[in-house]
């Protein structure tokens, strides 16, 4: 036993030693760059200075921050947890395959699952050039308002968050939907005809059977997609940079903007480190609820 | 025998490599800005013409080009990038208004030891020297300087019965000639065949980036008789009537009076691409509007009138006959600052030569190679309208090159010139340069002037500190 843990020791340095390089070490390095007043111009950047907990000082008196924590939240809460969440669950009941709500489901089913499937394999960058072609001044949308006669519309100017929301809404749904689909599938049958002898409409069903048995599925998708959605950065920053103003600034954008835009690099991290605390702050939150529930 | 052979064998390849190590060429990275109308000259001819020149002194020297992204924000954030990871081009340029950050930050070589013992660095005239300079030191070498004039369209003037050609000697001068343009607007729109008629822009928002700054911002600034630095107490303005002025003007064109595009045109895609489409609009873009009225950088001139350039007005009309340019006005007359009627600014790029560099003396001679009297009077040739305003006074005494001068040239020149100024050489300016680009997007989401101000003050002593701000009058 020992010797085939030594074995097994062995055989797991090189990739130990991969994600030393590649992960941890950069993390560290981050870590430590928040400390600093580390620049890509200007003074700093010749001669970084030890600034102690400076940047965290400025971080928790930053409104621009705080600011793009509450739009990162409106973000997470209406494209995640309403949209792809709630969507996914709508649809995952409306193509479920075991209870066909109307018989051609079948196919249509089947065709919504691929779609909403073919959203989510889809690489961001070309999820975001679609909604902008399809939103953008001289986009899709406004051409088709032109032949009522209506438009044109900034769609993203005028509506930034909801345009970044909903776009996000159309990529993300495919994941929740399969989740739930499967968790769906894996309800014992008998649980269900047992509700339908004890006479239970099919609402009733839903509301007390099959929902308190996907509780747990759901939390741990809500977790999942809370965590991956507070990092989203491509699609929102292609669509809006942020903008108008601050308008659509979450806080991925924030922290590309000061690091990269500003060349605060030192700043830019720290607001990094301040989006770790936010999203591990929320996955204890949920892992609480969660062990609560179950 | 065999023995030597193998002695013969290893001294013939000793030799060789010696010889190979001896004929080893110094290779160069250069980076340039790949929408400069002069790029393709430096791929076609300043390069091998300079690899030939060094050839020829016993020095082979290869260049190998870096291409970075374009325009300018995503060349800025790819330079900085490669500059911190060292990986950057050995010779490369800077717009140079970064130069006192990027000099203090350790990337540049200081040229000050190379340039005293050029004899020809006396030809540089001193506005070119000082765009260069930083705290006594020289860090790169500039072929020119530009200025800002105002644009405006003949043919939409005279649809709206307007004089041509026209100079506006105030700001309500613009703002008259706007409103009559807006009253005709739909009719001269279906005349010229464009879909909507804009009587004026100031560039404004965001994304405009240094465009918004300096050629919307600073244009009107200055002719309220502003600054954003005041050099006098070496403090940076935080509030003064000037500033307050210029975002009130803001206000009335976009907001007030409408007399502009949307505000919303300013925040998506590429705005001041856009905008310049609608400056040279005669009809070839029906679906588009035309603009009528521009303050932008003197090159768009020459652009309008390169068929391979995306602004060009084709013929007919072509460009002599739809644009005209004119001096922007103070806000009235003596408003301006240090009391001038009309106002102007310069700004303009530098090579610069990486302070990492391994071959600081041959970089230094392939600056020395571009920016000779000889190669920028040839590219002045090459290139129409490139190199209207050089850095050295020995080519602009020249008698080939003032032939080449354009009426339009010598309006830059003797009127311009005079009058024009610069942007705070400062390490902080690009920060500041960045919240005025924020103030002005503030006034287009609808935001009262006042406000704005109020905002502007207290992010600037923010970012530059409070010791470092002032309050003006």
């Known amino acids: 036993m020992r010797k085939r843990l030594g074995s097994l020791a062995i055989l797991l340095v090189p990739a130990f030693v991969l994600w030393a390089v590649f992960m941890l070490g950069p993390a560290l390095w981050g870590i430590r760059l928040t400390f600093t007043n580390e620049a890509l111009t200007g003074p700093a950047a010749k001669n970084p200075q030890f600034v102690g907990l400076a940047n965290y000082h400025r971080l928790m008196r930053d409104p621009r921050f705080w600011g793009s924590v509450y739009r990162s939240f409106i973000f997470v809460s209406g494209s995640a947890i309403v949209g792809q969440a709630g969507l996914g669950l709508l649809l995952a009941v409306l193509t479920s395959e075991r209870r066909r709500i109307w018989p051609k489901v079948k196919i249509t089913g089947r065709l919504a699952t691929a779609l909403c499937w073919l959203a989510w394999v889809t690489p961001e960058t070309l999820i975001g050039w679609c909604w902008i072609s399809f939103l953008d001044y001289n986009g899709v949308l406004n051409q088709i308002l032109k032949l009522f006669g209506l438009g044109p519309v900034y769609w993203m100017v005028r509506y930034g968050m909801l345009s970044i929301i909903l776009a996000n809404i159309w990529w993300g749904t495919g994941w929740s939907m399969m989740l739930f689909k499967a968790a769906l599938e894996s309800i014992p049958r008998e649980v269900e005809e047992a509700a339908e002898v004890d006479g239970a409409s099919p609402w009733q069903k839903f509301r007390y059977v099959v929902l308190p048995l996907l509780r747990r599925p759901i939390f741990v998708n809500v977790l999942l997609i809370t965590i991956w959605t507070y990092g989203v950065f491509g699609l929102p920053f292609m669509m809006t940079g942020g903008g108008p103003g601050h308008r659509t600034e979450l806080m991925t954008i924030y922290a590309y903007k000061t690091g990269f835009k500003y060349f605060e690099i030192a700043y830019g991290t720290t607001v990094s480190i301040g989006i770790l605390f936010i999203t591990l702050f929320l996955a204890l939150v949920y892992h609480r609820l969660l062990g609560r529930r179950a | ?473």
């Open chain 2, 1 to 473: 025998m065999y023995k030597w052979f193998k002695v013969a064998l290893v001294l013939g390849i000793m030799v060789f490599g010696l010889g190979a190590l001896a004929q080893e060429k110094v290779v160069l990275s250069f980076a340039y800005p790949t929408w400069f109308t002069d790029y393709p000259r430096f791929l076609n001819w300043y390069i091998p013409a300079f690899e030939r020149y060094m050839e020829a002194r016993g020095t082979p020297v290869e260049i190998e080009v870096m291409e970075l992204p374009a325009p300018d924000d995503p060349y800025r954030e790819a330079t900085l990038l490669r500059l911190a990871a060292g990986t950057h081009a050995d010779i490369f340029a800077d717009d140079t208004f970064y130069i006192p950050a990027d000099a203090l930050a350790g990337y540049l070589l200081d040229l000050t030891p190379y340039v005293e013992k050029w004899p020809e660095w006396k030809f540089w005239v001193p506005a070119a020297k000082d765009a260069i300079t930083f705290q006594g030191k020289v860090w790169g070498l500039n072929r020119d300087t530009d200025v800002r004039p105002m644009y405006y369209r003949k043919d939409i003037f005279e649809l709206a019965g307007l004089p041509v050609p026209w100079q506006p000697t105030s700001w309500d001068d613009i703002l008259e000639a706007a409103r009559t343009i807006k009253a005709k607007r739909a009719e001269i729109a279906k005349a010229l065949g464009v879909s909507d008629v804009i009587p004026v822009a100031f560039k404004a928002g965001i994304l405009g980036g240094e465009a918004t700054t300096m050629q919307g911002f600073y244009m009107l600034l200055l002719g309220a008789g502003g600054r954003l630095y005041d050099a006098a107490s070496g403090k940076w303005v935080a509030k003064s009537s000037a500033l307050l002025d210029t975002l009130k003007f803001y206000h009335k064109i976009y907001i007030e009076e409408k007399l502009s595009v949307e505000p919303e045109f300013w925040m998506a895609g590429a705005p001041v691409d856009k905008i310049h489409l609608y400056l040279s609009n005669v009809g070839q873009r029906p679906n588009e509007p035309a603009l009528a009225m521009l303050v932008t950088w003197d090159g768009v001139w020459y652009d309008t009138a390169n068929p391979e350039h995306e602004r060009y007005i084709p013929e007919p009309p072509g460009r002599d006959a739809v644009l005209a340019y004119c001096k922007m006005p103070a806000k009235e007359p003596g408003a301006g600052i240090r009391g001038q009627d009309f106002v102007t600014i310069s700004g303009g790029w530098g090579m610069v030569i990486n302070a990492a560099t391994e071959h600081p003396d041959i970089a230094f001679e392939f600056l020395k190679f571009v920016h000779s009297k000889g190669e920028m009077l040839a590219s002045r040739i090459d290139v129409p309208g490139s190199i209207r305003l050089p850095a050295r006074w020995d080519l602009t005494e020249d008698p080939v090159y003032q032939k080449l001068a354009t009426p339009y040239d010598i309006f830059c020149a003797t009127e311009l010139v005079p009058l024009t100024t610069v942007r705070p050489g400062l390490t902080e300016y690009p920060k500041v340069s960045d919240l005025v680009q924020e103030a002005t997007e503030k006034i287009l989401l609808g935001e009262k002037p006042e406000a704005v101000l109020e905002w502007y003050a207290a992010e600037l002593e923010a970012t530059v500190g409070a010791e470092n701000v002032i309050e003006l009058p």
